[in-house]
Nanobody, 122 residues
């Protein structure tokens, strides 16, 4: 049984940092691409970052480029999203997802977590 569980969300002041973690059990980590998405209140879910199975390639949305870093530890079946220089507009529920392709298309991801709330105060 596949389980994807995010953790690490919380409340932080603008300019601060958070590190999100995503544990993906029941998946062959050496095969799956992992991605982070977010959904702000009243907005559609949007792609944030992605990383290939062996960390050979990463992708970032323009809005987070230079501030967020995605990484993974396949031995722990865990992917991370280090978020620095946070802005109020980064406030959202952050979702972790697993798929076979490095893509911003939600439909290409097979497994999703329940999400973790990130709130950035001004």
């Amino acid at each position: 049984q596949v389980q994807v569980v995010e953790s690490g969300g919380g409340l932080v002041q603008a300019g601060g940092s958070l590190r999100l973690s995503c544990s993906a059990s029941g998946l062959p980590s050496s095969t799956y691409v992992m991605g982070w998405f977010r959904q702000a209140p009243g907005k559609e879910r949007a792609y944030v970052a992605g990383i290939t199975s062996r960390s050979t390639s990463t992708y970032y949305a323009d809005s987070v480029k230079g501030r967020f870093t995605i990484s993974r530890d396949n031995a722990k079946n865990t992917v991370y999203l280090q978020m620095n220089s946070l802005k109020p507009e980064d406030t959202a529920v952050y979702y972790c997802a697993a798929g076979l392709y490095l893509s911003s298309e939600e439909g290409l991801y097979d497994y999703w977590g329940q999400g973790t709330q990130v709130t950035v105060s001004s």
